[in-house]
């Protein structure tokens, strides 16, 4: 019987005797000596079952067996028939499940101007409206009752900037709270905000509703000000650090930083936002076709250089029994742990889709305003099953080519539809400078979590307070 070395990623540096299964999203620590047999196959190409193996000449045969009998029950060492075999991919199927959370686009406006904004400043490729009490109310009646499966159900607040449109807010929370009571469900809330016109009036509303609060701030002062003016060209960051500091007082608050070629620093950025008070910081590149902002291969190098050195203080204080709020790893590490092996990479369309004030869903939040991304209307009973198969089918793993030999593809599936359907005209299609980015990226996660479970085997026990959004 010819065998051979499944599909893996070694993590051999700085002493570590680690590797990731790609198939099936495992982790393993095989120790010297099985690290030293899996490079002699791998070498080989293949070997024959009960071949002498030099890398073992200092065990007897029982051991080499042993150890090669180890191999094999974790798939690392396989008959070359069965490479991979056991874990093809599903064909993408009809999905009955319900959709769980709800983007809910109260406010088609925003009283900022950002420069790079993918939404045309909260507009969607339309013109300014505010959602109605009645349209917020039909979409909390639409998803209590497609999700009837679901025992617990979110929704997300969002623009523009929604706090344009509090009555709207407030009502649709309300509404919500009331019909979890009747049927017996769990309901939570979020909203991502600028930050402008957060009063303590607010925050009263979020303690009371328990709503999880995102702050978008995407640097320091001035840095800040010439990405998130004001309309009037005003600067916002020292508006929207004074207002929020209730918000920070009273609640945990994560800050979303959108990352783009003028504000490249994120380790200044992520210190100092949370020293100033946040829970947590996230960065996510830039989703805009626009030379002025839109990152380069050197970018996303110091890009990545920089997530480096905030990953080695999450690390440096997760040790220590601290948490670092750097969330970007912290959830990339909790993917690993638990083994996430995905054929869509997030939610949309899946679980989660978005509404915008004149009804119609779309499969995100970042969809919206896309015609051919419209997955239904509310007010003629919600998704479109048809449309919604079709879409599904057109963005799972099995149709990406270009992903069937890359050994990431099963944390990443794909990478963010929007960001492909931005660059290269399809929410199916690969942006591949993206891909080499984010291949670095999961490597620099797995090299982490293997020196973490390395220092204390421990260490992921306890949860890190995961705060799983949307890192686009």
Not at 1 to 26: A, C, Y
Not at 296 to 306: F, S, W
Request: proline content about 4%.
């Amino acid at each position: 019987m010819q065998l051979i070395v499944d599909e893996l990623v070694p993590l051999s540096q700085q002493g570590l005797q680690h590797v990731f299964h790609v198939p099936t999203s495992s982790f393993y620590e095989v120790g010297p000596e099985g690290l030293a047999l899996l490079e002699e196959v791998k070498a080989a190409g293949h070997i024959s079952s009960g071949q002498q193996l030099s890398a073992l000449t200092g065990q007897s045969e029982e051991e080499r067996n042993e150890l090669l009998a180890d191999l094999r029950r974790l798939r690392l060492v396989v008959p070359e028939s069965e490479q991979g075999s056991a874990y093809g991919l599903r064909d993408p199927a009809p999905t009955t499940e319900g959709i769980r959370n709800f983007v809910m686009h109260v406010a088609h406006s925003c009283n900022l101007a950002c420069t790079y904004c993918y939404a045309d400043h909260g507009l969607y490729k339309g013109r300014a409206t505010l959602m109605d009490q009645e349209r917020a109310r039909s979409y909390v009646d639409w998803l209590f009752d497609q999700g009837r499966q679901h025992k617990q159900l979110g929704i997300t607040f969002f623009g523009g900037e929604p706090l344009l449109n509090m009555p709207v807010v407030r009502e649709a929370a309300r509404y919500a709270r009331q019909k979890a009571q009747q049927l017996d469900k769990a309901i939570s809330f979020s909203m991502t905000t600028n930050g402008t016109l957060v009063t303590e009036e607010a925050v009263d509303f979020f303690e009371e509703i328990d709503c999880q609060v995102t702050v978008s701030l995407d640097a320091i002062g001035k840095r800040n000000d010439r990405l998130r003016p004001f309309h009037s060209g005003k600067g916002s960051y020292d508006e929207v650090m004074e207002r929020i500091q209730p918000l920070l007082a009273r609640r945990s608050v994560a800050a979303r930083v959108t990352v783009t070629r003028k504000n490249l620093d994120v380790v200044h950025t992520v210190d100092t936002l949370l020293k100033a008070g946040f829970t947590e910081v996230g960065c996510s590149p830039v989703d805009a076709k626009d030379p002025a902002f839109d990152l380069r291969g050197e970018d996303y190098e110091q890009l990545l250089d920089g997530f480096a050195t905030l990953t080695d203080r999450f690390m440096r204080a997760a040790l220590s029994g601290r948490l670092y709020g750097f969330s970007n790893i912290k959830n990339l590490l909790k993917a690993i742990h638990e083994g996430h092996n995905k054929e869509y990479p997030c939610g949309a369309g899946l679980q989660m889709v978005a509404g915008a004030p004149n009804g119609e869903m779309s499969l995100c939040h970042r969809f919206v305003g896309e015609k051919d991304f419209v997955l239904g209307r509310v007010q003629d009973g919600g998704l479109d099953k048809a449309k919604r198969l079709e879409v599904l089918n057109d963005i799972h793993l099995s149709q990406r080519s270009d992903c069937s030999s890359c050994w990431a593809r099963y944390i990443c599936s794909g990478g963010c539809h929007h960001v492909n359907f931005l660059f290269e005209g399809s929410p199916s299609a690969t942006y591949k400078t993206h891909c080499d980015y984010l291949r670095a990226w999961y490597k620099l996660g797995l090299i982490s979590y293997a020196r973490m479970v390395s220092a204390r085997p421990d260490i992921f026990d306890s949860p890190l307070q995961p705060n799983d959004s949307c890192q686009q």
